[in-house]
């Protein structure tokens, strides 16, 4: 059964650059036709969709957040991470990791990470 | 981007009775090439992630009871629950997955029981 779990600070410093690692387990991030993306959801609010990856390095993003962004891939490691530089306390959320295919729906979720920045 | 919007911004009903979520989206997403509507739904219980419930607007992801149906097409979609249990409880948000990027999710619809 595929399961991803993310990882990283809980607190992070305003201006400082977040780092988290999703770690995929039961299944191999190589597989062709998947893409690995994060999502945030800011507290009491919605879901707003940040960027994917698939295993080659391919990646996408939210065009308002991708001056800030990046997204890569360890296929060694079976692992995806996120770096979001110059964070503000609005970039205070839950981060959660998710599978999909190219324009398909996440199906498979990771319990999620809170950030807090302060 | 397509926003997509929900309503109501909450509901109650009472447990055996039917709750209706409705989602409207800024633009089609009806693809004309292979007529599936890009649309999906989720179900989020607190503390939890959300969780896949109905995806091309209509069909039931594995494992998920038949009393939740999903409906609609092009702008307009529906989610309804036949008989609402009590671990319905959650807040249920559509999401849009036809023009990406962005992927964009509606601002979420909870639902209590009255």
């Known amino acids: 059964q595929l399961q991803l779990q993310e990882s990283g600070p809980g607190l992070v410093k305003p201006s400082e650059t977040l780092s988290l690692i999703c770690s995929v387990s039961?299944?191999?991030?190589?597989?062709?036709?998947?893409?690995w993306g994060w999502i945030r959801q800011l507290p009491g609010k919605g879901l707003e969709w940040i960027g994917s990856?698939?295993?080659?390095?391919?990646?996408y993003y939210k065009p308002s957040l991708k001056s800030r962004v990046t997204i890569l891939v360890d296929t060694s490691r079976n692992q995806i991470s996120l770096r979001l530089k110059s964070m503000t306390a609005a970039d205070t959320a839950v981060y959660y990791c998710?599978?999909?295919?190219?324009?398909?729906?996440?199906?498979?979720w990771g319990q999620g990470t809170t950030v807090t920045v302060s | 981007d397509i926003v997509m919007t929900q309503s109501p911004d909450s509901l109650a009903v009472s447990l055996g009775e039917r709750a209706t979520i409705n989602c409207k989206s800024s633009q089609s997403v009806l693809d004309s090439s292979d007529k599936e509507n890009y649309l999906a739904w989720y179900q989020q219980r607190p503390g939890q992630p959300p969780k896949l419930l109905v995806y091309w607007a209509s069909t039931r992801e594995s494992g998920v009871p038949d009393r939740f149906s999903g409906s609609g097409s092009g702008t307009d979609f529906t989610l309804t629950i036949s008989s609402l249990q009590a671990e319905d409880v959650a807040v249920y948000y559509c999401?849009?997955?036809?023009?990406?990027?962005?992927?964009?999710f509606g601002q979420g619809t909870k639902l209590e029981i009255k």
């Open positions: 999401q849009q997955y036809y023009s990406v990027p962005p992927y964009t």
């Open positions: 039961g299944g191999s991030i190589s597989r062709s036709n998947y893409y």
């Open positions: 990856i698939d295993y080659t390095g391919s990646t």
């Open positions: 998710a599978r999909h295919e190219i324009r398909t729906p996440m199906d498979v």
